[in-house]
């Protein structure tokens, strides 16, 4: 092997390396979430003061860093295209219903229904792609998604709460996800324009809040302060690095990383916040975690496979 044969071979893998400890950063980082939206909900502000907060920040830091980074040219690119600004709009409209609903949770203590809709959303994906994409599942795929389902219906059955919020999460993730696709853009542009869209409530709602006395103002004191900016940087930052180390990786091995996220979100509901698993969670859980090793692998084998008729 030639010196300059090496270099690059020692390239690759410290690319690969970065792009996974990358993706790993963004899946820890909205895994232990909870933790940061929860210094905020129900103790200082409320849920939806909380999520128009993380909008409004959002939508400062990403702008800085677009201006920053010289994209404004694409952002004036996209608001002459009638059809992508409108298809950023409804993608704001689902991403706002994806962070409200999921702060809610927070707020409610069922951070580990919020932790179900991330374990299920990979699986709903499949059928997304059969009726809208026109994409065939393969068997495993189907045997996920019955198992999934099975899973929610028997807790339903036994009598348990039906997860109504995990799975309004996942669905306006999955409409976002697919309306975005025809939309490609810079993704701190993406964020930008998004929360744009929903500026004029989220900020109208913060300042009828503080207007009223329920707001920042009247509640936080101090470093407290520093957890309104801190909630955008919340957003933006994983999102760089999910964006950034997406690239660099398989879209499987990206899948399986991305596990790690509602992983950590179960183990802080039930070891922080004490939260309870009774035997009809259990039950959900138990098939929804077949569901996912089932799709893990599936998504493996077919990984491999590709690599090979590539080669």
Do not use: H
């Not at 992508?84 to 991403?95: N, S």
């Not at 929360?195 to 470093?223: M, Q, R």
Request: glycine share 6%; charged share 15%.
């Amino acid at each position: 092997m030639t010196s300059q044969t090496q270099s690059n071979s020692e390239n690759k893998s410290y690319g690969f390396i970065a792009s996974v400890l990358l993706v790993l950063l963004c899946s820890v980082i909205w895994g232990v979430a909870p933790i940061f939206w929860k210094q905020l909900t129900t103790r200082i502000v409320d849920s939806w003061y909380t999520f128009c907060t993380r909008a409004v920040f959002s939508c400062f830091w990403s702008f800085l860093l677009v201006l920053v980074t010289g994209k404004m040219a694409e952002v004036k690119r996209l608001f002459k295209s009638k059809k992508e600004i409108l298809i950023i709009a409804l993608g704001g409209v689902m991403t706002a219903a994806n962070w409200a609903l999921y702060i809610l949770t927070v707020a409610t203590d069922r951070i580990k229904e919020g932790s179900l809709a991330y374990f299920i959303g990979p699986i709903l994906f499949v059928v997304t792609g059969l009726f809208m994409f026109k994409e065939k599942p393969t068997i495993a795929q189907w045997i996920a998604v019955v198992t999934a389902v099975a899973g929610v219906a028997i807790a339903v059955v036994a009598g348990g709460d039906f997860p109504y919020l995990a799975i309004l999460i996942a669905i306006a993730y999955i409409i976002y996800s697919s309306v975005m696709k025809f939309v490609k853009a810079d993704p701190a542009v993406l964020l930008f324009l998004e929360t744009l869209t929903v500026l004029p409530f989220t900020l109208g709602y913060i300042i009828f809040d503080e207007i009223n006395g329920k707001g920042a103002l009247a509640n936080l004191s101090g470093f407290q302060f520093l957890l309104l900016p801190g909630a955008g940087l919340m957003t933006l930052v994983p999102l760089l690095c999910l964006a950034k180390g997406i690239k660099g990786i398989s879209y499987s091995l990206s899948g399986m990383i991305g596990y790690v996220n509602p992983t950590l979100q179960m183990i802080v509901a039930v070891f922080i916040y004490q939260e309870v698993i009774d035997k009809t969670d259990l039950i959900t859980y138990i098939f929804v975690w077949i569901a996912v090793v089932i799709f893990v692998v599936d998504s493996f084998i077919q990984n491999k496979k590709q690599q090979k008729l590539s080669t």
